[in-house]
């Protein structure tokens, strides 16, 4: 009983021990917190953040230069003339003068038909001209001769006539002799078949030994084509927009500049010489042809280019490098620098590149200096460290390497 009296009475003891302790432990963490404040008060000075430096970018005034605007089409080449070669008379075809892809004259021979049974047709002709003429020198006479007799009334009226209309009859078959002789001939003539025009020709269709019909033009065998490609036609459509632009200029534009698939530049000149005379209601664009120079046939029908049409005179513009203009939701603005060194957003209507650099129509002064490197940066109403640039037009009118596709197989040679 006196032991577990005094375990009880050491129990109760501890529970008022803690109980006392308690609060204490509470006010543990708002003392660290009072003591960590006044420390870092004491070693900083101060509790304000130090402002960021202002941002540094570089800043120029737009360059003010004369551009052309130009507009862009896309279209093929196509031959100036094209024709294909077909035999106007039918035989075994016996020659061919020409190697497939060789640039031919005009009245160049290509192919040989045997000429043989025109030839025989021609004689047989001939001789019919002969025949023809022999009767009528026949009828002729008997008439000089009747003609002397009536005089003396020694043949009648009836006689003269029918003698003289044996003349007349007689001229008309040597002329129908002498016309079966030209229509011989001419086939004789065809049956040597030369170019048509100058230009390249195409390979042959048809091999030496082989039949070909010329009788009718549906049904004629093509030989062979030649194209003419000095000059050679750029074919391309354009819009109904493009070409209310175009008509509604003082001087409408005819020089047109071509560029390659594989070119960076625009290296072939001509210009404009037809426009179709209705615009297509199925798409709405109309059809026009520009005639390009080609003394060394590099260009052939078929291939592809980028041509662009002069849009008006030269006029006087502010550059901007591209990476200058800023898009802003739906528009277009760049950042400038003020005399107070703040940025300032101002909007601006962009125009076409002209060698790399932006055409700012509308917006833009020329005094103002215009942030160029460093956009990223740049916030309205904020103070910039300003550094000055230059906009160098040359840089951006240096020509792009061309980029050849690349081969399909390579062999090692050593």
Known sequence: MYLDRIKADYEMATKVGRKRWKPAYLLLPVAGVIGLYGAMHWWGGSSAPAAPPPATVTVARPLS?????????????????????????SGQLVGIHFKDGDVVKQGQLLFTID??????????????????????GLARAELARASRLIVDQAVSAEEIDTLRARVRSAEASLAAAQAGVRARRLNVEFAHIRAPITG??????????????GDNAAGATVLTTVNALDPIYFSFNGSEALYLKQHRQTQAASAAEIRLQDESDYRWKGKVDFTDNAIDNGSGTIRGRAV????????????FGNMRLGGGAAHQALLVPDGAVVTDQA???????????????????????????????????PTDRVVITGTQFAAPGAPVNAVAGHIDVGKANASVPTIAPPSSQATVTN
Not at 76 to 88: D, G, H, L, M, Q
Not at 351 to 357: F, M, Q, S
């Open 292 to 303: 390009i120079a080609n003394p060394n046939s590099f260009l052939v029908p078929g291939m």
């Open 331 to 365: 528009r277009k603005v760049v950042y400038v620098v003020g005399k107070d060194g703040k940025v300032v957003m101002k909007p601006v209507q962009v125009g076409a590149l002209a060698g790399g650099l932006r055409v700012i129509r509308a917006g833009l002064d």
């Open 115 to 136: 000429p043989r049974p025109f030839t025989a047709a021609l004689d047989e002709a001939q001789a019919q001209v002969a025949s023809a003429s022999t009767a009528l």
């Open 200 to 213: 390249r020709v195409s390979d042959r269709r048809v091999d030496v030994g082989n039949l070909v019909a």
């Open 65 to 89: 230069k004369m551009v052309m605007d130009w507009d862009d089409y896309v279209g093929r080449f196509e031959a100036s003339k094209a024709v294909e070669v077909r035999p106007r008379v």
